[in-house]
């Protein structure tokens, strides 16, 4: 028996336009919100917050301090599950990764990873981009975290040159190009002292966020903090 007006109206909504889990295709359920509770549970989760320096804190080892890092789930090229970064990416369903990032708080609040941590922000997208996309999605993520901790979201970087794909530059080069596309606002002046939780979709190599967390490294007295929603396998 469905007991509200507006459970009803999702049902017949579903009806008329299935709404689809992006992991396994099946309808969605009407009290199914973004994945269907199979693919939910079956979310192969990092679980690096229960790790002491976890793989993904050895990778900001000796390029900069930071206090803790883990990822919601892991990404793998082809893998069902990736299809939900595509989605929160270039589908304008940025609300999905919202909804996931509050999930992300609930699941792992008994390993404290969130204690302590002030205020969250993300990792900013060039103007040229956000144009075409028309959001980023990072910053939903973040903001998603950031209700859900009942903390502010502040906009502390920006991305000063668009992001270019780099596959014919050296590793070096790649490196060098990459921090000059990052600095702090003027805003950042209020977060000295603070805790910050930098926000992304993915860590793959790293070196987006390595650079980011450096940048915001620049405020007097702040901790860093990072969080993805998903994770490559790291090496
Ligand atoms: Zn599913």
Not at 10 to 39: H, Q, T, Y
Not at 72 to 86: C, M, N, T, V
């Amino acid at each position: 028996m469905l007991k509200t007006i507006k459970q009803w109206l999702n049902a017949a909504a579903d009806v008329v336009m299935p709404r689809i889990c992006p992991v396994c295709g099946k309808a969605l359920d009407s009290d199914e919100k973004w994945l269907c509770r199979k693919c939910l549970s079956a979310l192969p989760r990092t679980r690096y917050e229960d790790v002491d320096f976890n793989t993904m804190e050895q990778h900001f080892a000796g390029k900069v301090p930071i206090e803790r890092a883990s990822a919601y789930f892991y990404y793998e090229k082809g893998s069902p599950y990736a299809s939900i970064l595509h989605d929160i990416k270039y589908h304008n369903l940025p609300g999905m990764g919202r909804w996931l990032m509050a999930r992300a708080v609930r699941d792992m609040q008994g390993s404290h990873f969130f204690d302590g941590i002030d205020v969250v922000t993300a990792v900013p997208l060039h103007r040229s981009k956000l144009a075409r996309r028309g959001y980023n999605q990072s910053e939903y993520l973040a903001r998603g975290i950031a209700e859900a901790l009942s903390i502010p979201y502040i906009e502390a970087l920006k991305a000063i040159r668009p992001h270019s794909t780099q596959t014919r530059k050296g590793a070096l080069e790649r490196w060098q190009n990459i921090q000059d596309n990052y600095a702090l606002n003027k805003n950042a002046d209020q977060l000295a002292g603070k805790h910050i939780l930098l926000v992304d979709d993915v860590i793959t190599t790293g070196s987006t966020l390595i650079v980011c967390a450096t940048a915001l490294k620049a405020i007097p007295n702040v901790k860093v903090s990072v969080f993805t929603l998903s994770s490559a396998r790291l090496e």
